[in-house]
């Protein structure tokens, strides 16, 4: 931690996000999210979801969802699958402040697995039961129109 605790003071954005998991972690999160929020600032797509699940949960903040939506947005626009999960749950649970929506919630968990590194084997996987959920639930052509959107859509370069 020594070694990213002085990196992080350095600029670096990755260090700064690993200071953030590290304190995060430890349940110190409070002192975490401005840690994440640094590294968010450059653009680092793990740091921007992560105090995005802080306000989600209202962990060492007020919850608020839709500070979180923002995030998790801002966080998939810069291709981080596990926010395009976290917006795909929202969408179904219903948490900005509509009813549950699963078209959309289709729609970003079909991203998500799309963007999903072969190392994210978890999150393949949940992306992959709700896939498989959505196609028993969904016609055939509602799945035809929620990978339309899924496919039609790429995070910012």
Known sequence: MRWYQAAAEQGHAEAQNSVGSGLQAAKKFAEAR????????????????????LHDLGLGVAQDRQKAFALYTR????????????????????????????????????????????????????????????????????MKTCRDQALAWAPSP
């Open 34 to 53: 401005p840690r994440y929020e640094k590294a968010a600032a450059q653009n680092h797509a793990p740091a921007t979801n992560n105090p995005a699940y």
């Open 75 to 142: 966080a998939a626009d810069l291709g981080w699958a596990e926010a395009m999960w976290n917006l795909a749950n929202m969408y179904g649970a219903g948490q900005l402040g509509q009813p549950p929506d699963p078209q959309m919630a289709c729609v970003w968990t079909l991203r998500a697995a799309k963007h999903a590194r072969p190392q994210e084997r978890q999150l393949l996987t949940y992306t992959g039961r709700a896939t498989a959920m959505l196609e028993r639930r969904f016609t055939s052509e509602q």
